[in-house]
């Protein structure tokens, strides 16, 4: 069982920037980043592979959000620029220990582990 945990949320203004960070306690190779608003369903922020060959975004963050890894650590990163009211959410860190095929990225059901989440909110 591999555990992710999440930190770096906050209270932000509109246009601001934060950095999210995520630490697995094991090995693995799929990472993805996902949110959800109240009322809404979980909905895919961010993914890529360990190899980081591909990395995938959602057309509402691609330009302004941006997800590295830091291998040595186990740790990946989401940078979220350019912040708007609308990216206001519960971010969740995703992870699986196998690839993922491109087509599956962004689905809540091809992830094995899930972080508990933080928090962000942007102010208008």
Excluded at 80 to 89: G, H, I, Q
Excluded at 100 to 114: C, F, K, N, P, T
């Amino acid at each position: 069982q591999v555990q992710l945990v999440e930190s770096g949320g906050g209270l932000v203004q509109t246009g601001g920037s934060l950095r999210l960070s995520c630490v697995a306690s094991g090995s693995i190779y799929t990472w993805g980043w996902f949110r959800q608003a109240p009322g809404k369903a979980r909905e895919f922020v961010a993914g890529f592979r360990w190899s980081a060959s591909e990395t995938s975004y959602a057309g509402a963050v691609k330009g302004r959000f941006t997800v590295s890894l830091e291998r040595a650590k186990n740790t990946v990163y989401l940078q979220m620029n350019n912040l708007e009211p609308e990216d206001s959410a519960v971010y969740y860190c995703a992870g699986h220990r196998s690839r993922i095929i491109s087509s599956q990225l962004a689905e809540v059901r091809a992830y094995g582990y899930w972080g508990q989440g933080t928090q962000v909110t942007v102010s208008s």
